[in-house]
């Protein structure tokens, strides 16, 4: 059973850093894509960050140059650092697997989401 926990969220003030961390266990396919998407109060889900199987990255804009993803595959765990916090980052942080070639900070095809890790930058 494929299972992803995700923790590093919190409150920051406007201009702080956060990392998240997601540890996924329960599937051997390798061939796989991971990433973070993000969903604000009233507005529809979007993906923040992703990365392929190969370590190829990919990101929305208006985190470019302020996010980093990246995943360590010896311990199974995805990250994301954030630094430069804008209130306008305030949403509920998922962590994704799924198959695709990322673009625009999204994984095409998710086949498992995680249960979510809460994100708030005060200004």
């Known amino acids: 059973q494929v299972q992803l926990v995700e923790s590093g969220g919190g409150s920051v003030q406007a201009g702080g850093s956060l990392r998240l961390s997601c540890a996924a266990s329960?599937?051997?396919?390798?061939?796989?894509?991971m990433g973070w998407f993000r969903q604000a109060p009233g507005k529809e889900r979007e993906g923040v960050a992703a990365?392929?199987?190969?370590?190829?990255?990919s990101y929305v804009d208006s985190v470019k140059g302020r996010f980093t993803i990246s995943k360590d595959n010896a311990k199974n765990t995805l990250y994301l650092q954030m630094n430069s916090l804008k209130p306008e980052d305030t949403a509920m942080y998922y962590c994704?697997?799924?198959?695709?070639?990322?673009?625009?900070?999204?994984?095409?095809?998710?086949?498992?989401w995680g249960q979510g890790t809460q994100v708030t930058v005060s200004s």
């Open positions: 994704a697997l799924g198959i695709g070639t990322v673009v625009a900070g999204t994984v095409p095809s998710v086949g498992y």
């Open positions: 990365i392929d199987s190969g370590g190829s990255t």
């Open positions: 329960g599937y051997t396919y390798n061939n796989y894509s």
